[in-house]
């Protein structure tokens, strides 16, 4: 026997025993998208390095530790996408929405890379489906993104699950804020674990998600909230946004530590955390970001969108036993007697699957006991043995697999029987 070739770390395959709950799931997403009426994007799954580095940012993890990157013919960097909003915003320069709308509600779905330390609900190719809304500096699009993230996990029918959400303020107040929790934080510096001394000078909000409890301790006791530190411009923007949330019965909490990870965002951030996940619990998160489209080159455009895991969703909704146990029946299960009657019955076969009724039939040559009891295990709604005796006569005998009584239908009008 030679080695066995095993898949990569962080990585999993979806079976085709589990692969409905996924079919399902996405089934739905794609029907709550068109009910608000976004569109579909779909962009490659290698995009230039620079794109991320200039938009995600150079000191997030993301950029700095978590890139799937290689140079393509030794030449130029390219890196495998760790997530889409960059994507999305570089094609949505490259092809000039603006010209065509000036507001565009866009979603995608596809995989995406990320090499961390693989464990629970987190791996290096996962899930995101995601949306944007590019071209409204209003409250009124912040809430119908969050309105639309919180009826896609109302309708999947998760229960344990609560919004959160927070405001960053514009980018020159939020430096000016920036600066003010360095000077708190500076006298206990020295106090912090290695990785929050290293992000002080770089990307100091993100001591705000450190999990170490001396950290947190420090955090909590001498960092100032950036709530506190808003404009009057800033806190109408918030203020709008709750009553707006708060108009539509949309549940949430303020969590004045949230941050989120990446850099480009500006005033409200929202995230979707489930309690059934243990420490990797974001379901969901985004935010608005309405200086990305500029900073990669395009002109002016106010933006808000979110991206959401679907690894982390599934195991949220197994948890909650939100699937059923089973997959998709098959309508007619065909067992062939012989080789005398292996090409008539191939013709029925075909004949049956262009009239829209799922089919599937031997292909191993084994004997009728075995092609049963095949059918039973594909869950087969009917099945039909056919021989010479059946060709012959022109009739077969279908056989509904859960009563296992048999009707004599004649071979021509097996699709009508079907149809019924
Ligand atoms: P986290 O702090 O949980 O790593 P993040 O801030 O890195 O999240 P985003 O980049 O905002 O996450 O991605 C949005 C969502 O994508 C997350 O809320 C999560 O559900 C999912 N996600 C992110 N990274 C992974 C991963 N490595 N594996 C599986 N799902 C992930
Ligand atoms: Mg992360």
Known sequence: MKNKIKSVKGTYDLLPSEIYKWQEVENKLRSIFSLYNFLEIRTPIFEKSKLFSRSVGEFTDIVNKEMYSFLDKGKESLTLRPELTASVVRSYIEHNFQQISSIHKIWYYGPLFRQEKPQAGRYRQFYQFGSEIFGSAYPES????????????????????TLYINTLGKKENRNKYIEILKES???????????????FDKNILRLFDCKNSN????MNEYAPLIIDHLSNDEKDYFEEVKSLLDQLNINYEIDPTMVRGLDYYTNMIFEIRSENLGSQDALCGGGRYNNLVEDLGGKFTPAVGFAAGMERLMIAMEKENLFKNESEELDIYI???NKNVRNKAMQIVKEIRNNGHSVDMD?????VKAMMREANKKRAKYSIVIGENELQSGEVNIKTMESGK???VKIDKINDFLSV
């Open 142 to 161: 912040d809430v119908e993104l969050i309105d639309l993230a919180y009826t896609i996990y109302t309708k999947l029918g998760l229960k344990n699950w």
């Open 185 to 199: 934080l500076f006298p206990y510096k020295d106090k912090m674990c290695a990785n929050c001394k290293n992000r």
């Open 215 to 218: 950290c947190k301790k420090i």
């Open 335 to 337: 067992a062939i007697m």
């Open 363 to 367: 292909l191993q040559r084994r004997s």
């Open 406 to 408: 048999a009707k004599t």
